[in-house]
């Protein structure tokens, strides 16, 4: 089931810079209290996504020295519930609001957060190198992760079907995106097809361990692993038109051309204004340039961004 499609050869990217650049006499004449330039807070972060961030925020520090902005890893479920509680300023997470979350808005509309899309990784499916398939089929993953059998006569080199292995448990974002992403919402992985191990790095040695289990990740945790391989995998649009099956590459997620992309929002406890630091931040890092850059280096297209791709010459 192998196929053969090139990536494109240039993908290039233009930046929309941001509005968050401040003079050096605005920053000397920044007070004591709290504003969107100066200040103390601590982001709770996404812990899958917490090693993307630090090139940006080194910019940051160096931009706003009157700022003292601390990411903190945080479990994403209990970081939720925080933030919907309105007892958490900001969080990075790179998921939407899960069922249960949307419920409790739905019951409350005040719980309502303002929120801005940082940009989207992807949730890839990996595997040994000695797993006998480099091509699988989305929908075959979303019945396996359902719970439904007969999917394994589709592969037959498989001796069973797959464990799919993910970091962290039910409170963290990659299984908050296997219920959103590959689910749809309409109903959670079934229990004996998942196993969880404590991080991503754990997750590919269990992956080499394992035979034919498959690894649960973001695009920008394996873009550049040697270890493991991604599937590529084949779909179908919302028209009913077959996508066959490409490269897990930053260059197809952003043309569209790949079945399970992630959202990363910024979230907020309070309407951005001048006197928040958290807006402040939120501004700087969804908006500057050079800050996006780190972010399309480490494999996450930015939300606030243009892109030119050169396609190869036929």
């Given at each position: ?8 050869a ?5 930046l929309?810079?941001?509005?968050t650049a401040?003079?050096?006499?605005a920053?000397?004449?920044?007070s ?5 330039l100066?200040?103390s ?15 940006a925020?080194v ?7 009157n ?14 519930d ?5 007892t958490?300023?900001i ?8 069922p ?7 019951n ?9 899309l ?6 890839v499916f990996?595997?040994a ?10 929908n ?6 359902g719970?439904?059998?007969?999917v394994?006569t589709s ?5 069973k ?7 962290g ?16 919402k ?10 969880s191990?404590p ?52 260059s ?11 959202p990363?929002?910024?979230?907020l406890?309070d309407l951005?204004n001048?006197?928040n ?12 340039g050079?800050?996006?850059k780190?972010?399309f ?13 050169t396609?190869?010459?036929?």
């Open positions: 089931m192998k196929t053969n499609v090139r990536v494109p240039i993908l290039a990217l233009v929309v810079l941001g509005l401040c003079t050096e006499s920053q000397k004449d920044a004591q209290t709290e504003s969107a100066s200040g807070i601590s982001v709770s972060v996404d812990p899958e996504i917490l090693g993307i961030l630090t090139s925020k910019l940051y520090d160096k931009a706003h020295p700022a003292s902005v601390t990411l903190v890893s945080s479990d994403v479920y209990t970081t939720m925080r933030m919907l509680n309105h958490e300023r969080a990075i997470i790179a998921r939407d609001y899960t249960s979350e949307d419920s409790a808005i739905a409350d509309p005040t719980d309502t957060l303002p929120r801005t940082l940009g989207r990784d992807a949730l990996f595997v190198k000695s797993f006998p398939y480099d091509t699988m089929n989305a075959h993953i979303r019945q396996w992760l719970g439904e059998s007969g394994r592969y037959p080199k498989l001796l079907d797959p464990t799919f292995i993910l970091s448990n039910a409170s963290g974002s990659v299984y908050g995106n296997i219920v959103n992403v590959v689910l749809g309409k109903k959670t992985p079934a229990h004996e097809r998942i196993a191990v991080d991503h790095d754990s997750v590919v040695r269990a992956v080499q361990a394992i035979p034919g289990s498959i690894g649960v990740g973001y695009l920008s945790q394996i873009q550049r692993d040697t270890m493991v391989k991604p599937l590529r995998l084949s779909y179908t649009n919302a028209d009913g038109t077959h996508e066959w099956p490409k490269p897990v590459h930053l197809y997620l952003i043309m569209g051309k790949y079945p399970f992309p992630v990363i929002w910024v979230y406890r951005p001048q006197h630091l958290p807006s402040g931040f939120m501004q700087y890092i969804t908006r500057n050079d800050a996006l780190t972010l280096a480490a494999g996450i297209e930015p939300a606030y961004a243009k892109f030119s791709l396609m190869p010459e036929e």
